[in-house]
């Protein structure tokens, strides 16, 4: 199993410029996430996914869209990049139940200059 | 709102000392999670604490969960240069939280350890 992966795994941005993160996971998991890390800022969550069809927003959603058309795959959109958008984005699966350990993705660092 | 707030920011101990971080909610959580994040890696779960007062061990890592449930600590006894990385907890609300999955996570405690 590849758990979960992220494409791209680096990206450079113009401001203005819209971009489209790929999360993808092969744990059949129901829960799926989006977070943000920042320097001493932890990580905050962005939009997450309960369900095929399903989305709701997080802690700091502004600038950003998600859309979950399959299970396995959760999208992050950004239709107007910005340089406060700079950061590194995880992704995270989980499974619903008293046990909700989640599992992450290796990252994807964005630069918008 | 849900607040999870953790010490210290930053710790640098040399290889040998005992180190230990502190989680602490504003609320009731129905569990916590502790994370660990190497340099340039991503968080992996470690463990989870669901009842009060809680203590597990993980070989030098102890893992208690407070008797409110509001507060939880890890601590690591003769730091290794392996324990490098930044520790976050994370918790889930006592209402709704824990089904809609959604994890309430510290800002994290940055470990350095020097040989």
């Known amino acids: 199993n590849a758990g979960v992966t992220q494409t791209p795994k680096f990206r450079v941005l113009k401001t203005g410029q819209s971009m489209t993160l790929l999360c993808a996971q092969d744990?059949?998991?129901?829960?799926m996430y989006w977070y943000r890390q920042d320097p001493g800022m932890g990580l905050r969550l962005i939009h997450y996914?309960?369900?095929?069809?399903?989305?709701a927003k997080g802690e700091v959603p502004d600038g950003y869209n998600v859309s979950r058309l399959k299970k396995q795959n959760f999208l992050l959109g950004l239709e107007s990049a910005a340089p406060s958008q700079t950061s590194v984005y995880f992704c995270?699966?989980?499974?619903?139940?008293?046990?909700?350990?989640?599992?992450f993705g290796p990252g994807t660092r964005l630069t918008v200059t | 709102g849900q607040q999870v707030m953790q010490i210290p920011q930053y710790q640098h101990v040399q290889e040998g000392e005992d180190f230990t971080t502190y989680c602490n909610s504003s609320?009731?959580?129905?569990?916590i999670q502790w994370y660990k994040q190497r340099p340039g890696g991503h968080p992996v779960f470690l463990i989870q604490?669901?009842?009060?007062?809680e203590v597990k061990k993980q070989k030098r890592l102890t893992f208690q969960f407070g008797e409110a449930k509001k507060n939880s600590s890890l601590h690591i006894t003769a730091t290794q240069t392996t324990d490098v990385g930044t520790y976050f907890c994370?918790?889930?609300?006592?209402?709704?939280?824990?089904?809609?999955?959604?994890?309430?996570f510290g800002r994290g405690t940055q470990l350095t350890v020097w040989p």
């Open positions: 996914s309960v369900g095929e069809g399903t989305t």
């Open positions: 995270a699966s989980s499974h619903p139940g008293h046990f909700l350990e989640q599992y």
């Open positions: 604490l669901v009842k009060s007062g």
């Open positions: 609320t009731t959580l129905s569990n």
């Open positions: 994370a918790g889930t609300a006592g209402d709704r939280g824990s089904t809609l999955g959604r994890l309430y």
């Open positions: 744990m059949n998991h129901e829960y």
